[in-house]
């Protein structure tokens, strides 16, 4: 950190030079001026002071006053008190109003203005650690709930799109069940995947199988259709007429691929009217 700002107000002249003198060895900058107006003045012109020490009685404004202004417009400054009057009315007075640091009587024993002044250098430091902490952590906090807004949007957008393909499964499944077309489907592995109620039906008639979703289709089903399937090993789709156990059918294969490789065919049949 760069050397301290330090104030000093007091109206005698002797008093100015005396702290001049005792802290000119202090890695402080240190500013003299002799009424609150002017040390008003100064703190409104520069950078910010981190210390302020003010005589309490002072022509016009006196320290208490100048005080409370500073501790009203500049609140981080830490605010000391000098006084040549034992008067505990001032002192309460300077406390409520100024919230000061420390009141220190005139005259002072050097050491502790030293000690006094340093020990207030530390706390503005701690004050202002403190400070840029509570900043930052409500920077982290604002930044965090705004990822928490974002994240609740986003789950919430992506509920809707899981709910609409979902609504959409339904949808085509119940369409899928209502159509005379028999449609049936293949995993890579030649496990039957789906059937609609046609396919059903169907493969009951052609193989008098009942349940067979979930079973290799080479069990399943009748040899015509197999040998239709293996066929979409090496071919996209596969159209064929077919007599299978003397029923006539129209047959459509269709095999899904994926850069990654084959992912399962599709089989839809129409039996001849």
Same mark, same amino acid.
């Given at each position: 950190?760069?050397?301290?700002?330090v104030l000093c107000v007091d109206d005698e002249v002797n008093v100015l030079k005396a702290l001049r003198?005792?802290?000119?060895?202090?890695?402080?900058?240190?500013?003299?001026?002799?009424?609150?107006?002017?040390?008003?003045?100064?703190?409104?012109?520069?950078?910010?002071?981190?210390?302020?020490?003010?005589?309490?009685?002072?022509?016009?404004?006196?320290?208490?006053?100048? #005080?409370?202004?500073?501790?009203?417009?500049?609140?981080? $400054?830490?605010? &000391? @008190?000098? /006084?040549?009057? !034992?008067?505990?009315?001032?002192?309460?007075?300077?406390?409520?109003?100024?919230?000061?640091?420390?009141?220190?009587?005139?005259?002072?024993?050097?050491?502790?203005?030293?000690?006094?002044?340093?020990?207030?250098?530390?706390?503005?430091?701690?004050?202002?650690?403190?400070?840029?902490?509570?900043?930052?952590?409500?920077?982290?906090?604002?930044?965090?709930?705004?990822?928490?807004?974002?994240l609740e949007k986003l789950v919430e957008e992506r509920t809707n799109e899981l709910q609409f393909q979902?609504?959409?499964?339904?949808?085509?499944?119940?369409?899928?069940?209502? #159509?005379?077309?028999?449609?049936?489907?293949?995993?890579? $592995?030649?496990? &039957? @995947?789906? /059937?609609?109620? !046609?396919?059903?039906?169907?493969?009951?008639?052609?193989?008098?199988?009942?349940?067979?979703?979930?079973?290799?289709?080479?069990?399943?089903?009748?040899?015509?259709?197999?040998?239709?399937?293996?066929?979409?090993?090496?071919?996209?789709?596969?159209?064929?007429?077919?007599?299978?156990?003397?029923?006539?059918?129209?047959?459509?294969?269709?095999?899904?691929?994926?850069?990654?490789?084959?992912?399962?065919?599709?089989?839809?049949?129409?039996?001849?009217?």
């Amino acid at each position: 950190m760069n050397a301290a700002r330090v104030l000093c107000v007091d109206d005698e002249v002797n008093v100015l030079k005396a702290l001049r003198r005792l802290l000119m060895d202090e890695n402080y900058e240190l500013f003299t001026v002799s009424s609150g107006q002017d040390g008003l003045q100064l703190l409104e012109a520069g950078e910010p002071f981190q210390i302020v020490i003010s005589d309490y009685r002072m022509p016009e404004m006196n320290g208490v006053d100048f #005080l409370a202004q500073v501790c009203e417009r500049w609140p981080d $400054t830490i605010r &000391i @008190v000098l /006084s040549g009057y !034992a008067d505990t009315a001032a002192i309460v007075d300077a406390i409520n109003q100024g919230q000061i640091y420390k009141f220190i009587a005139k005259p002072w024993n050097d050491d502790e203005l030293k000690v006094t002044i340093n020990n207030a250098i530390e706390l503005w430091r701690l004050n202002s650690e403190n400070k840029r902490l509570n900043e930052e952590l409500h920077a982290a906090n604002e930044e965090l709930q705004t990822i928490n807004e974002n994240l609740e949007k986003l789950v919430e957008e992506r509920t809707n799109e899981l709910q609409f393909q979902i609504e959409a499964l339904v949808y085509s499944q119940t369409l899928l069940n209502r #159509l005379p077309l028999a449609v049936m489907g293949f995993d890579n $592995t030649g496990l &039957i @995947v789906y /059937s609609n109620e !046609a396919a059903l039906r169907l493969v009951k008639t052609l193989s008098k199988s009942d349940a067979f979703l979930g079973e290799n289709r080479n069990h399943s089903l009748p040899r015509e259709l197999n040998e239709l399937l293996d066929r979409l090993a090496s071919e996209q789709n596969v159209r064929a007429d077919l007599s299978v156990a003397g029923v006539g059918i129209w047959a459509l294969g269709h095999s899904l691929v994926s850069p990654g490789g084959p992912k399962g065919q599709i089989l839809a049949l129409v039996t001849k009217s």
